[in-house]
Protein backbone atom coordinates (compact mmCIF):
# COMPACT_ATOMS: atom_id res chain seq x y z
CA UNK A 1 0.00 0.00 0.00
CA UNK A 2 2.82 2.37 0.66
CA UNK A 3 4.52 1.63 -2.57
CA UNK A 4 0.96 2.52 -4.59
CA UNK A 5 0.92 5.95 -2.47
CA UNK A 6 4.60 6.47 -3.58
CA UNK A 7 3.73 5.52 -7.23
CA UNK A 8 1.01 8.04 -7.53
CA UNK A 9 2.68 10.56 -5.67
CA UNK A 10 6.17 10.64 -8.30
CA UNK A 11 3.11 9.97 -11.19
CA UNK A 12 1.33 13.23 -9.73
CA UNK A 13 4.65 14.96 -9.40
CA UNK A 14 5.46 14.30 -13.23
CA UNK A 15 2.02 15.50 -13.99
CA UNK A 16 2.58 19.07 -12.56
CA UNK A 17 6.05 19.87 -14.26
CA UNK A 18 4.73 19.06 -17.62
CA UNK A 19 1.94 21.42 -16.94
CA UNK A 20 4.44 23.83 -15.77
CA UNK A 21 6.62 23.33 -18.86
CA UNK A 22 3.27 23.67 -20.86
CA UNK A 23 2.67 27.12 -18.92
CA UNK A 24 5.74 28.76 -19.45
CA UNK A 25 5.50 27.66 -23.11
CA UNK A 26 2.22 29.89 -23.62
CA UNK A 27 3.53 32.68 -21.58
CA UNK A 28 6.50 33.22 -24.49
CA UNK A 29 3.79 32.64 -27.14
CA UNK A 30 1.97 35.76 -25.67
CA UNK A 31 4.76 37.63 -24.92
CA UNK A 32 5.94 37.13 -27.86
CA UNK A 33 9.42 35.57 -26.81
CA UNK A 34 9.05 32.24 -27.99
CA UNK A 35 10.98 30.69 -31.13
CA UNK A 36 10.15 27.64 -32.51
CA UNK A 37 12.70 25.28 -33.44
CA UNK A 38 12.77 23.25 -36.50
CA UNK A 39 15.80 21.31 -37.02
CA UNK A 40 16.53 17.98 -38.64
CA UNK A 41 13.95 15.68 -37.57
CA UNK A 42 11.37 17.27 -39.32
CA UNK A 43 12.18 16.24 -42.42
CA UNK A 44 13.75 12.87 -40.92
CA UNK A 45 10.18 12.13 -40.22
CA UNK A 46 8.96 13.11 -43.94
CA UNK A 47 10.98 10.65 -45.35
CA UNK A 48 10.68 8.10 -42.89
CA UNK A 49 6.37 8.57 -44.04
CA UNK A 50 7.29 7.82 -47.19
CA UNK A 51 9.57 4.84 -46.45
CA UNK A 52 6.68 3.38 -43.87
CA UNK A 53 4.38 3.96 -47.52
CA UNK A 54 6.71 2.09 -49.93
CA UNK A 55 8.07 -0.68 -47.26
CA UNK A 56 4.24 -1.19 -46.17
CA UNK A 57 2.58 -1.55 -49.01
CA UNK A 58 5.48 -4.06 -50.85
CA UNK A 59 4.63 -5.93 -47.12
CA UNK A 60 1.34 -6.13 -47.83
CA UNK A 61 1.56 -7.34 -51.74
CA UNK A 62 3.95 -10.15 -50.66
CA UNK A 63 1.58 -11.60 -48.14
CA UNK A 64 -1.34 -11.17 -49.89
CA UNK A 65 0.59 -13.09 -52.99
CA UNK A 66 1.76 -15.45 -50.73
CA UNK A 67 -1.51 -16.22 -48.86
CA UNK A 68 -3.94 -16.26 -52.06
CA UNK A 69 -4.62 -19.74 -52.25
CA UNK A 70 -4.97 -20.28 -48.77
CA UNK A 71 -7.76 -17.41 -48.63
CA UNK A 72 -9.54 -18.65 -52.07
CA UNK A 73 -10.12 -22.18 -51.98
CA UNK A 74 -11.41 -23.75 -54.90
CA UNK A 75 -15.28 -23.39 -55.62
CA UNK A 76 -17.29 -25.74 -55.96
CA UNK A 77 -20.77 -24.67 -56.20
CA UNK A 78 -22.77 -22.39 -58.50
CA UNK A 79 -23.43 -19.72 -56.47
CA UNK A 80 -19.95 -19.65 -55.00
CA UNK A 81 -18.72 -18.20 -58.78
CA UNK A 82 -20.95 -15.26 -58.72
CA UNK A 83 -20.50 -14.83 -55.21
CA UNK A 84 -16.27 -14.52 -55.45
CA UNK A 85 -17.01 -12.56 -58.50
CA UNK A 86 -18.72 -9.41 -56.60
CA UNK A 87 -16.19 -9.88 -53.83
CA UNK A 88 -13.43 -9.34 -55.81
CA UNK A 89 -14.97 -6.60 -57.94
CA UNK A 90 -15.39 -5.16 -54.71
CA UNK A 91 -12.11 -5.92 -53.64
CA UNK A 92 -10.56 -4.24 -56.62
CA UNK A 93 -12.64 -1.34 -56.55
CA UNK A 94 -11.86 -0.14 -52.77
CA UNK A 95 -8.25 -1.55 -53.11
CA UNK A 96 -7.81 1.04 -56.04
CA UNK A 97 -9.82 4.30 -53.85
CA UNK A 98 -7.17 2.80 -50.92
CA UNK A 99 -3.93 3.07 -52.69
CA UNK A 100 -4.66 6.22 -53.97
CA UNK A 101 -5.70 7.81 -50.95
CA UNK A 102 -2.85 6.36 -49.16
CA UNK A 103 -0.44 7.39 -51.59
CA UNK A 104 -1.90 11.20 -51.37
CA UNK A 105 -1.58 11.02 -47.70
CA UNK A 106 1.81 10.03 -47.39
CA UNK A 107 3.42 11.85 -50.45
CA UNK A 108 1.56 15.32 -49.29
CA UNK A 109 3.27 14.35 -46.03
CA UNK A 110 6.46 14.76 -47.54
CA UNK A 111 6.03 17.39 -50.21
CA UNK A 112 4.45 20.05 -47.98
CA UNK A 113 6.34 18.88 -44.68
CA UNK A 114 7.24 22.63 -42.47
CA UNK A 115 9.59 24.93 -44.27
CA UNK A 116 10.42 28.12 -43.19
CA UNK A 117 8.85 30.76 -45.17
CA UNK A 118 6.29 29.04 -46.40
CA UNK A 119 3.05 29.77 -44.98
CA UNK A 120 -0.03 26.91 -45.94
CA UNK A 121 -2.70 27.65 -48.38
CA UNK A 122 -6.39 28.31 -47.44
CA UNK A 123 -8.73 26.56 -49.58
CA UNK A 124 -12.06 27.46 -48.28
CA UNK A 125 -14.78 25.48 -51.22
CA UNK A 126 -14.80 24.20 -54.14
CA UNK A 127 -18.64 23.09 -55.37
CA UNK A 128 -17.30 20.91 -58.26
CA UNK A 129 -14.85 19.03 -56.40
CA UNK A 130 -17.76 18.18 -53.47
CA UNK A 131 -20.25 17.27 -56.58
CA UNK A 132 -17.32 14.54 -57.79
CA UNK A 133 -16.25 13.11 -54.42
CA UNK A 134 -20.08 13.09 -53.16
CA UNK A 135 -21.79 11.16 -56.66
CA UNK A 136 -19.28 8.70 -58.04
CA UNK A 137 -18.90 7.51 -55.07
CA UNK A 138 -22.43 7.30 -54.75
CA UNK A 139 -23.08 5.57 -57.84
CA UNK A 140 -20.54 3.42 -57.44
CA UNK A 141 -22.01 2.34 -54.20
CA UNK A 142 -25.15 1.66 -55.30
CA UNK A 143 -24.16 -0.68 -58.17
CA UNK A 144 -22.16 -2.70 -55.36
CA UNK A 145 -24.95 -2.51 -53.46
CA UNK A 146 -27.49 -4.20 -56.09
CA UNK A 147 -25.45 -6.58 -56.98
CA UNK A 148 -25.05 -8.08 -53.46
CA UNK A 149 -28.42 -7.84 -52.70
CA UNK A 150 -29.00 -9.29 -56.23
CA UNK A 151 -26.73 -12.41 -55.06
CA UNK A 152 -28.34 -12.15 -51.59
CA UNK A 153 -31.85 -12.90 -52.99
CA UNK A 154 -30.99 -15.41 -55.22
CA UNK A 155 -29.19 -17.60 -52.27
CA UNK A 156 -32.03 -17.03 -49.86
CA UNK A 157 -35.18 -17.13 -51.79
CA UNK A 158 -36.90 -20.53 -52.16
CA UNK A 159 -34.76 -23.37 -52.66
CA UNK A 160 -35.94 -25.18 -55.74
CA UNK A 161 -39.02 -27.73 -54.93
CA UNK A 162 -36.58 -31.02 -55.85
CA UNK A 163 -34.00 -29.77 -53.32
CA UNK A 164 -32.49 -32.26 -50.80
CA UNK A 165 -33.11 -31.37 -47.11
CA UNK A 166 -30.54 -31.77 -44.52
CA UNK A 167 -30.91 -30.35 -40.91
CA UNK A 168 -27.86 -29.25 -39.11
CA UNK A 169 -27.91 -28.35 -35.73
CA UNK A 170 -25.26 -26.74 -34.19
CA UNK A 171 -24.31 -27.27 -29.95
CA UNK A 172 -21.19 -27.07 -27.96
CA UNK A 173 -19.07 -28.60 -29.42
CA UNK A 174 -19.56 -30.33 -32.97
CA UNK A 175 -22.96 -30.49 -35.37
CA UNK A 176 -25.78 -33.05 -35.19
CA UNK A 177 -26.93 -34.31 -38.80
CA UNK A 178 -30.42 -35.09 -39.57
CA UNK A 179 -32.48 -36.13 -42.42
CA UNK A 180 -36.23 -36.83 -43.53
CA UNK A 181 -36.85 -40.51 -44.02
CA UNK A 182 -39.01 -41.86 -46.73
CA UNK A 183 -42.12 -39.45 -46.35
CA UNK A 184 -39.49 -36.72 -47.77
CA UNK A 185 -41.06 -34.99 -44.31
CA UNK A 186 -38.45 -33.89 -41.16
CA UNK A 187 -40.88 -34.80 -37.74
CA UNK A 188 -40.80 -32.23 -35.41
CA UNK A 189 -38.51 -31.90 -32.54
CA UNK A 190 -39.23 -30.68 -28.74
CA UNK A 191 -36.04 -29.34 -27.05
CA UNK A 192 -37.47 -30.80 -23.63
CA UNK A 193 -36.54 -34.13 -24.85
CA UNK A 194 -33.37 -33.58 -25.26
CA UNK A 195 -30.92 -36.57 -23.51
CA UNK A 196 -28.04 -38.56 -24.22
CA UNK A 197 -29.70 -40.73 -26.02
CA UNK A 198 -32.01 -38.03 -28.01
CA UNK A 199 -29.63 -35.19 -28.80
CA UNK A 200 -32.02 -34.00 -31.60
CA UNK A 201 -35.32 -34.11 -29.22
CA UNK A 202 -37.10 -36.38 -31.62
CA UNK A 203 -40.75 -35.83 -30.52
CA UNK A 204 -41.90 -39.28 -32.25
CA UNK A 205 -45.39 -38.51 -31.51
CA UNK A 206 -45.30 -37.22 -34.66
CA UNK A 207 -45.55 -39.91 -37.47
CA UNK A 208 -43.66 -37.57 -39.55
CA UNK A 209 -40.50 -38.20 -37.84
CA UNK A 210 -40.24 -41.79 -37.54
CA UNK A 211 -38.73 -42.46 -40.31
CA UNK A 212 -35.70 -39.66 -39.59
CA UNK A 213 -32.51 -40.73 -39.55
CA UNK A 214 -29.47 -38.82 -38.17
CA UNK A 215 -25.65 -39.35 -40.01
CA UNK A 216 -22.18 -38.65 -38.17
CA UNK A 217 -21.26 -36.69 -41.16
CA UNK A 218 -23.26 -34.51 -44.09
CA UNK A 219 -23.74 -36.35 -47.12
CA UNK A 220 -25.15 -34.55 -50.71
CA UNK A 221 -25.89 -35.55 -54.07
CA UNK A 222 -23.50 -33.39 -56.76
CA UNK A 223 -25.18 -31.15 -59.29
CA UNK A 224 -28.38 -31.38 -56.95
CA UNK A 225 -30.16 -28.38 -54.86
CA UNK A 226 -28.98 -29.03 -51.13
CA UNK A 227 -31.49 -27.25 -48.51
CA UNK A 228 -29.85 -26.70 -45.43
CA UNK A 229 -32.14 -26.24 -42.30
CA UNK A 230 -30.18 -24.80 -39.48
CA UNK A 231 -30.20 -24.36 -36.02
CA UNK A 232 -28.68 -23.92 -32.69
CA UNK A 233 -29.19 -25.79 -29.25
CA UNK A 234 -27.34 -23.21 -27.27
CA UNK A 235 -25.42 -20.53 -27.93
CA UNK A 236 -25.01 -18.75 -31.15
CA UNK A 237 -22.98 -21.24 -34.02
CA UNK A 238 -22.38 -20.78 -37.94
CA UNK A 239 -22.22 -23.32 -40.69
CA UNK A 240 -19.34 -21.85 -43.01
CA UNK A 241 -18.19 -24.07 -45.55
CA UNK A 242 -15.73 -22.22 -47.54
CA UNK A 243 -15.57 -24.41 -50.81
CA UNK A 244 -19.16 -23.79 -50.95
CA UNK A 245 -19.02 -20.08 -50.18
CA UNK A 246 -21.54 -21.13 -47.19
CA UNK A 247 -21.78 -18.70 -44.41
CA UNK A 248 -24.98 -18.31 -42.29
CA UNK A 249 -25.34 -18.27 -38.30
CA UNK A 250 -27.36 -20.80 -36.36
CA UNK A 251 -29.25 -19.22 -33.99
CA UNK A 252 -30.84 -20.01 -30.64
CA UNK A 253 -34.70 -20.28 -31.08
CA UNK A 254 -34.34 -18.69 -34.85
CA UNK A 255 -34.05 -21.27 -37.05
CA UNK A 256 -32.71 -20.26 -40.70
CA UNK A 257 -30.97 -22.03 -43.98
CA UNK A 258 -29.17 -22.00 -47.03
CA UNK A 259 -29.44 -23.91 -50.21
CA UNK A 260 -26.60 -24.15 -52.48
CA UNK A 261 -25.56 -26.84 -55.48
CA UNK A 262 -22.38 -28.43 -55.27
CA UNK A 263 -20.20 -29.05 -58.73
CA UNK A 264 -17.88 -31.16 -57.52
CA UNK A 265 -17.90 -34.54 -55.83
CA UNK A 266 -14.97 -35.29 -53.18
CA UNK A 267 -13.00 -37.54 -55.23
CA UNK A 268 -12.83 -34.71 -57.89
CA UNK A 269 -11.82 -32.63 -55.58
CA UNK A 270 -9.23 -34.47 -54.23
CA UNK A 271 -7.66 -35.18 -57.41
CA UNK A 272 -7.46 -31.44 -58.53
CA UNK A 273 -5.51 -30.49 -55.14
CA UNK A 274 -3.64 -33.91 -55.22
CA UNK A 275 -4.99 -34.69 -51.72
CA UNK A 276 -6.04 -37.93 -51.07
CA UNK A 277 -7.59 -37.17 -47.73
CA UNK A 278 -9.24 -33.99 -48.63
CA UNK A 279 -12.88 -34.05 -47.15
CA UNK A 280 -14.87 -30.70 -47.47
CA UNK A 281 -15.71 -28.87 -44.14
CA UNK A 282 -18.18 -27.46 -41.99
CA UNK A 283 -16.94 -25.00 -39.08
CA UNK A 284 -18.27 -22.91 -36.75
CA UNK A 285 -16.66 -19.82 -37.19
CA UNK A 286 -18.15 -18.02 -34.27
CA UNK A 287 -16.44 -18.22 -30.69
CA UNK A 288 -18.73 -20.11 -28.81
CA UNK A 289 -16.74 -21.45 -25.84
CA UNK A 290 -13.86 -23.15 -24.99
CA UNK A 291 -13.98 -26.60 -27.01
CA UNK A 292 -15.00 -24.29 -30.24
CA UNK A 293 -11.59 -24.99 -31.77
CA UNK A 294 -13.13 -28.49 -32.64
CA UNK A 295 -16.33 -27.63 -33.70
CA UNK A 296 -16.43 -29.17 -37.30
CA UNK A 297 -18.23 -31.67 -39.60
CA UNK A 298 -17.29 -33.78 -43.38
CA UNK A 299 -19.61 -32.93 -45.99
CA UNK A 300 -19.37 -35.76 -48.43
CA UNK A 301 -19.95 -34.83 -52.01
CA UNK A 302 -21.51 -37.93 -53.91
CA UNK A 303 -22.18 -38.81 -57.29
CA UNK A 304 -25.95 -39.34 -57.49
CA UNK A 305 -25.34 -42.91 -57.61
CA UNK A 306 -23.30 -43.68 -54.34
CA UNK A 307 -25.73 -41.27 -52.70
CA UNK A 308 -28.46 -43.22 -53.47
CA UNK A 309 -27.14 -46.24 -51.89
CA UNK A 310 -25.71 -44.25 -48.59
CA UNK A 311 -29.37 -42.89 -48.27
CA UNK A 312 -30.59 -46.28 -48.70
CA UNK A 313 -28.02 -48.19 -46.10
CA UNK A 314 -29.62 -45.40 -43.11
CA UNK A 315 -31.71 -47.07 -40.42
CA UNK A 316 -34.20 -44.58 -38.83
CA UNK A 317 -33.63 -42.89 -35.56
CA UNK A 318 -37.17 -44.95 -34.11
CA UNK A 319 -35.70 -48.15 -35.38
CA UNK A 320 -31.81 -47.63 -33.94
CA UNK A 321 -34.06 -46.31 -30.63
CA UNK A 322 -37.32 -48.94 -29.95
CA UNK A 323 -36.90 -48.07 -26.26
CA UNK A 324 -37.44 -44.64 -26.87
CA UNK A 325 -40.49 -45.29 -29.16
CA UNK A 326 -41.95 -47.48 -26.74
CA UNK A 327 -42.03 -44.95 -24.32
CA UNK A 328 -43.75 -42.87 -26.52
CA UNK A 329 -46.29 -44.49 -27.22
CA UNK A 330 -47.06 -45.24 -23.63
CA UNK A 331 -46.80 -41.46 -22.98
CA UNK A 332 -47.79 -38.86 -24.75
CA UNK A 333 -45.60 -35.58 -25.28
CA UNK A 334 -46.77 -32.09 -25.86
CA UNK A 335 -45.45 -30.74 -29.14
CA UNK A 336 -42.94 -27.39 -28.18
CA UNK A 337 -41.54 -26.99 -31.61
CA UNK A 338 -42.52 -27.71 -35.32
CA UNK A 339 -40.29 -28.84 -38.24
CA UNK A 340 -38.92 -26.52 -40.44
CA UNK A 341 -40.77 -25.92 -43.61
CA UNK A 342 -41.15 -29.04 -46.31
CA UNK A 343 -40.62 -28.74 -50.00
CA UNK A 344 -44.47 -30.07 -51.34
CA UNK A 345 -41.86 -32.89 -53.82
CA UNK A 346 -39.85 -35.49 -52.73
CA UNK A 347 -36.01 -34.74 -54.25
CA UNK A 348 -35.55 -36.87 -57.23
CA UNK A 349 -32.41 -38.24 -55.57
CA UNK A 350 -34.09 -39.87 -52.61
CA UNK A 351 -37.11 -41.25 -54.81
CA UNK A 352 -34.74 -43.52 -56.26
CA UNK A 353 -33.58 -44.41 -52.90
CA UNK A 354 -37.18 -45.01 -51.70
CA UNK A 355 -37.47 -47.36 -54.76
CA UNK A 356 -34.58 -49.19 -53.43
CA UNK A 357 -35.86 -49.76 -49.76
Given amino acids: MIALG ?3 ALVLLLVVFGLLFRLQILT ?40 FDKMNPPIASVH ?14 IGIVFVLTQVALFVYSYKYQYREG ?29 G ?19 EIMGKQFNFLVRYPGRDQKLGRINYRLIDATNEFGFDLNDQRGLDDFTASEVHVPKGHPV ?13 YAPHFRVQMYAVPGMPTKFWFIPTKSTDEMRAQTGNPNFNYEIACNQICGRGHFAM ?8 PDDYIAWYAQQKSFADQNPDILAAFKNKK ?12 AAPAATEKAQASL
Avoid: C
Wanted: glycine share 6%.
Fill in 6 to 8: ILL
Fill in 28 to 67: SIFSGSYARQIGLSNRVNAILMVVFMVVGMAAFAYSFVAN
Fill in 80 to 93: GLHTEKLFWTTMII
Fill in 118 to 146: RRAFFYSHNNKIEVIWTVIPAIVMAGLVF
Fill in 148 to 166: GWKEWSNIMGPAPKDAVEV
Fill in 227 to 239: LLHIRSRDVLHAV
Fill in 296 to 303: KANIIVDE
Fill in 333 to 344: TPVIEDAPAETT
